[in-house]
Every structure is written in C-alpha cells, then in structure tokens.
C-alpha cells in the first residue's frame, strides 16, 4: 500500500485511486480494523 500511496500523490491531477476493503468478506477484518490500519500506515487515497 505505500506503493499506492506515493502514485496517488505523484499523478493525484491526473487519476483517481480508490481503495477498496473486502476484509469482512473476506474474513481478514472489519471497517474499523482497515481503519486502524490505513491511519497506522499513512494512507490517504480514498
């Protein structure tokens, strides 16, 4: 995910990232665990 983070920031004019959570469908965690998670990591795409 750092790696997407830094195309999101270097072409941000240009595209659009989305991220997409699949962890409850997944059974890898619920929306606030992705939460925890991308706040501990820095992201910021949405």
């Given amino acids: 995910m750092p790696e997407l983070q830094e195309f999101s ?3 941000q004019d240009q595209i659009i990232l989305l991220g997409i959570d699949i962890g409850q ?4 965690g619920s929306p606030r ?4 998670l991308l ?3 820095g992201i ?3």
């Fill in 9 to 11: 920031e270097e072409f």
């Fill in 33 to 36: 665990d992705a939460s925890k």
């Fill in 44 to 46: 910021t795409y949405p």
């Fill in 25 to 28: 469908f997944t059974g890898l």
């Fill in 39 to 41: 706040d501990s990591m």
